[in-house]
């Protein structure tokens, strides 16, 4: 198993950027596909982004796509999601995700392996 370790998360204006990071260890994360989702109180957990095993493939929610990038470095074993243009409506706790496999995938309960998650909150 491998353990996810969230930072970076904070307070910020609408407009402003922000870079959340994801730690692992316990096992190599070049062995995973990683995916960060998001979660506000009372919705389920949403897809942000995923990036494939070999770091080759990446996908974004339409909610995002061009505002935020995943990036991975095997090296450090760090997975981070810097965030552009925020808006108000992205404010949630943000968690990343490990799935053993060599592609990432847009649902939850595909991934196995979660952080506790760090708290974005965007204000107007």
């Known amino acids: 198993q491998v353990q996810l370790v969230e930072s970076g998360g904070g307070l910020v204006q609408a407009g402003d950027s922000l870079r959340v990071s994801c730690a692992a260890s316990?096992?190599?994360?070049?062995?995973?596909?990683m995916g960060w989702f998001r979660q506000v109180p009372g919705k389920e957990r949403e897809f942000v982004t995923s990036i494939s095993r070999n770091g080759g493939f990446t996908r974004y929610a339409n909610s995002v796509k061009g505002r935020f990038t995943i990036s991975r470095d095997d090296t450090k074993n760090t997975v981070d999601l810097q965030m552009n243009s925020l808006k108000p409506e992205d404010t949630a706790v943000y968690y990343c995700?490990?799935?053993?496999?060599?592609?990432?995938?847009?649902?939850?309960?595909?991934?196995?392996?979660w952080g506790q998650g760090t708290q974005v909150t965007v204000s107007s």
């Open positions: 995700a490990a799935r053993s496999f060599a592609w990432g995938s847009t649902s939850a309960y595909d991934y196995n392996n």
């Open positions: 316990g096992r190599t994360l070049s062995s995973y596909a």
